[in-house]
């Protein structure tokens, strides 16, 4: 069975930076498609970030030029984020698609507060 292990989150002063990883367990063939998504308290989850196998990355507008996504390994997905804000405070969840597979780590919370 397929699994994607989250892990890296935590608590974070504003203007800190933090690093999530996800590894996909379980799986011989390789996903097409690594993102990662947000869900704020009463908001609804938003895309942050995605990466193709072939590279090509894209963000939300909202975290351009301080999270930078990145697969440095097979199945694997990390998010190195910088300058935190309040406002990205969210349970941040993994995602990994290939073709009509999709799957989503368990979530790992990220609170940026003083």
């Known amino acids: 069975q397929v699994q994607l292990v989250e892990s890296g989150g935590g608590l974070v002063q504003p203007g800190g930076s933090l690093r999530l990883s996800c590894a996909a367990s379980?799986?011989?063939?390789?996903?097409?498609?690594l993102r990662w998504y947000r869900q704020a308290p009463g908001k609804q989850r938003e895309l942050v970030a995605a990466?193709?196998?072939?590279?090509?990355t894209n963000y939300a507008d909202s975290v351009k030029g301080r999270f930078t996504i990145s697969s440095n390994a097979r199945n694997t997905v990390a998010l190195q984020m910088s300058n935190l804000e309040p406002e990205d405070t969210a349970v941040y969840y993994c995602?990994?698609?290939?073709?009509?597979?999709?799957?989503w780590g368990q979530g790992t919370l990220v609170a940026v507060s003083s």
């Open positions: 379980g799986s011989i063939l390789s996903f097409n498609a």
């Open positions: 995602n990994m698609v290939r073709s009509t597979l999709e799957l």
């Open positions: 990466i193709t196998s072939g590279g090509t």
